[in-house]
């Protein structure tokens, strides 16, 4: 019940097309999703992050969806381009500090 | 602020032998996490403190593993003895709690690569 489930693992896009990275959860107590960014060679660095009291979230060319419902959530990444080549990870809390995050998201963007 | 420093970045270590990765938060964060990210099982939680004391170290997979953080600037993470199974990227993040209890973001540091021979 504490996994957070990813997918794809990885995903090629053409530049200027949308990336969509889906998340699914199983514990309806998780109240804080965040996707991390991640670079070869460093640290995950927080993107965009949602609380379920809200159904969608942007900022700039990333938009978090969140379907309370159905318990999934996905990312949106709008008009691609090869800087956005990355590991994508997403996240879920009980605001208690822990995060448990997905397996990852290698994107590859072609130019 | 220079963000969470960690160090070494890089260690290669012969299997049984005693390792200690250190972290620097940032000032003022009174959350520490240590991770571990290997391809094959991702980015785990082993352990996080919060205002210097262990809150939930579940995901510290065995006694060879220990956590310390003597004061708010310093944590370290030690393996002794380690194992090949051991290689991996160990990272250390900070963060701290928004008035109100919302969660905020955690601050990775650039991470240490441990490999064990």
């Known amino acids: 019940q504490q996994q957070v489930k990813q997918s794809p693992q990885s995903l090629i896009v053409q530049k200027g097309g949308i990336s969509i990275i889906n998340c699914a959860y199983e514990?309806?107590?998780?109240?804080?999703f965040p996707w991390y960014q991640q670079f070869p060679g460093k640290g995950p660095a927080l993107l965009i992050a949602?609380?379920?009291?809200?159904s969608e979230k942007k900022e700039g060319r990333f938009t978090i969806s969140f379907n309370k419902s159905a318990k999934q959530f996905s990312l949106h990444i709008m008009d691609s381009q090869p800087g956005d080549s990355a590991t994508y990870f997403c996240?879920?809390?009980?605001?208690?500090?822990?995060?448990?995050f997905g397996q990852g998201t290698t994107l590859q963007v072609k130019p | 602020d220079a963000g969470v420093i960690q160090s070494p970045r890089h260690e290669v270590t012969e299997m049984g032998q005693e390792v200690t990765l250190r972290c620097k938060p940032i000032?003022?964060?009174?959350?520490l996490f240590w991770y571990r990210q290997t391809m094959m099982r991702g980015l785990e939680l082993l352990i996080y403190?919060?205002?210097?004391?262990?809150?939930?170290d579940s995901g510290m997979p065995e006694d060879r593993f220990s956590a310390k953080m003597p004061n708010a600037s310093f944590s370290t993470l030690k393996i002794q003895p380690s194992e090949p199974r051991d290689s991996a990227v160990y990272f250390c993040?900070?963060?701290?709690?928004?008035?109100?209890?919302?969660?905020?973001?955690?601050?990775f540091g650039p991470g240490t690569r441990l490999t064990v021979l």
């Open positions: 996240a879920a809390s009980m605001n208690t500090g822990k995060l448990i």
């Open positions: 403190f919060n205002n210097n004391v262990p809150i939930d």
């Open positions: 514990n309806t107590a998780f109240d804080y």
């Open positions: 000032s003022g964060h009174d959350y």
């Open positions: 993040a900070s963060s701290f709690e928004l008035a109100g209890g919302f969660y905020n973001e955690q601050f």
């Open positions: 949602i609380r379920p009291d809200v």
